[in-house]
């Protein structure tokens, strides 16, 4: 188990030096929530999910929708390091004409990403419809769905949760990236959440919440999550925006932007080497 846990923190340490030199390079992106990301995709793709970059099409697939597709940085660099797309793609991140687009499309990606996004709020109901017609045609992959905290906000995911309990749809988890900040303000005082897990028991879910940054507590509520049958679940990770620069931690500023060669390689510092990875080139050199 130990040995797991470092792989998986080493890996997560790479995401985020991944989307460090993407947003740098590209000029632009959503830092903030794809740093404080990390560990879960690092859990999803590296133990809990079921999945095989050469069938990446496989019926019984486990499949992720990404609802706040802003921060595909994650997405693109857990892709990559999994072998569904060439490391050497990340430094075409949303640049013209690339597949790697500020936010994730289907239609680019076929057969690799589930969902194209956009607008926030509509991949809960996706991902509850993806988890339903799977069951209905035999399926036995679950749908798990990141969803961050702000855009919750939208009646339409709450329409979904209670859709999801009605219908009992227990091959659905819900994963809450909750930093507590959203574009321009705090979650409190845009449009207050709490008392959230209250919220989804109260509509009939499964709920668990746990420290977003602890790769062993997010692998044992995820696994968790797939043992409890007849209702859907969803797990509440406390996460910080920005986290491992602490120049970016916890400040909504950081929500999206643009940053620096300075900013950049003060973040990598503070990200720190990955043993077990390979920095990807920037237009044939290892810059930043």
């Known amino acids: 188990m130990e040995g797991m846990t470092e792989n998986l923190e080493d890996l997560a340490r790479q995401i985020r030096r991944d989307v460090i030199r993407m947003i740098y390079h590209a000029g632009s992106g959503h830092p903030g929530g794809s740093l404080g990301a990390a560990e879960l995709f690092a859990v999803l793709y590296g133990r809990i999910m079921r999945h095989d970059p050469n069938n990446p099409t496989d019926f019984h697939r486990d499949r992720l929708v990404l609802s706040n597709g802003h921060i595909c940085a994650s997405l693109y660099s857990v892709l990559a390091r999994f072998g569904y797309l060439p490391l050497g793609e990340l430094a075409s991140f949303r ?41 209905l045609l035999g399926s036995e992959g679950h749908v798990y769905c990141i969803v961050g905290d702000g855009e919750i906000q939208e009646g339409i995911v709450w329409e979904s949760l209670l859709s999801a309990a009605q219908h009992h749809v227990d091959n659905l988890v819900l994963i809450v990236s909750y ?40 692998a044992g509520a995820l696994q968790q999550a797939r043992e409890v049958t007849g209702k859907p679940k969803a797990v509440i990770a406390d996460t910080v925006m920005g986290k491992g ?44």
């Open 95 to 135: 640049r013209f004409g690339t597949r790697l687009s500020g936010h994730p499309s289907r239609t680019k990606l076929p057969g690799i990403v589930e969902n194209s996004s956009g607008p926030l709020g509509q991949g809960v109901p996706v991902a509850k419809g993806i988890a339903q017609a799977n069951r």
């Open 245 to 288: 620069v602490p120049f970016m931690e916890d400040k909504f500023t950081w929500h999206g932007g643009s940053i620096s060669l300075q900013q950049a390689q003060e973040a990598l510092e503070s990200i720190g080497s990955s043993a077990k990875f390979d920095d990807f080139l920037i237009d044939g050199e290892q810059a930043v």
């Open 179 to 218: 930093n507590r900040l959203q574009l321009d303000e705090a979650v409190a005082k845009v449009k207050s959440l709490e008392p959230l897990a209250d919220k989804f028991k109260s509509f009939g879910w499964h709920v668990q919440r746990i420290d977003g940054h602890r790769v062993d507590d997010i």
